[in-house]
């Protein structure tokens, strides 16, 4: 298995711009999340889908990020303008439903992409 | 959400168990408890949950006190490789089980 598959690992990027982070979930898996973490909030959930339809967006911190699954294979997470507190790593995770109850599947998170925003 | 409480940090000698506690005092009957780890540069890996029974896998042994409002990861012999941030995590099956609130976590260091 290749596991989750994030691009770019690392951007860079001006102030301003839009930037676009990309996710391929393990394949056969129906549950995708996105995570920001950083030294001073740690490991935060942003948003996650079921089937490719968003369940709860509750952490996307302001209107200038959004996500979108188009298919159960391609997930993007969109910050549009970028500001520099967005510098974080970002998580792409997924999870199959495997045992019937959610609360007991197993997250299986990608290598993360760096964004720093100058 | 049920919140959960861990040391700042630890250390352990290689070769030498390890016990990672938590706290999760105010802890529901639906919640399941899960550990997560994450190696430098990396991103969180599945080490083991469980509900309300003891549980073993490859990787470590997870301990659940009887009212549950407590837990403890065990790794039998402690190697290098186990140096990370252990992060023990409660998601609630009434939601789904899809919302996963990381703590600071425990960050655990491994003397040779």
């Known amino acids: 298995d290749a596991g989750v598959i994030q691009s770019p690992r690392h951007e860079v990027t001006e102030m301003g711009q839009e930037v676009t982070l990309r996710c391929k979930p393990i394949s056969g898996h129906n549950s995708l999340f996105w995570y920001r973490q950083t030294m001073m909030r740690g490991l935060e959930l942003l948003i996650y889908?079921?089937?490719?339809?968003?369940?709860?967006d509750s952490g996307m911190p302001e209107d200038r990020f959004s996500a979108k699954m188009p298919n159960a294979s391609f997930s993007t997470l969109k910050i549009q303008p970028s500001e520099p507190r967005d510098s974080a790593v970002y998580f792409c995770a997924s999870s199959p439903r495997t045992s019937g109850v959610g609360a007991a599947d197993t997250q299986y998170f990608g290598p993360g992409t760096r964004l720093t925003v100058l | 959400d049920a919140k959960t409480t861990q040391p700042n940090s630890m250390e352990s000698n290689e070769e030498e168990p390890v016990h990672l506690p938590c706290n999760h005092s105010?802890?529901?009957?639906?919640?399941?408890i899960h550990w997560y780890r994450q190696l430098p540069s990396q991103g969180p890996e599945y080490v083991i949950h469980?509900?309300?029974s003891n549980v073993n896998n490859r990787m470590a042994s997870l301990a659940i006190a009887e009212d549950r409002k407590s837990s403890t990861l065990i790794l039998h012999r402690a190697t290098l490789r186990d140096a990370a941030v252990y992060y023990c995590i409660l998601r609630d099956v009434n939601t789904g089980g899809f919302k996963t609130i990381f703590g600071a976590g425990t960050r655990l260091f491994v003397k040779a």
């Open positions: 105010t802890i529901s009957g639906t919640d399941y």
């Open positions: 469980g509900l309300t």
């Open positions: 889908f079921n089937n490719n339809v968003p369940i709860d």
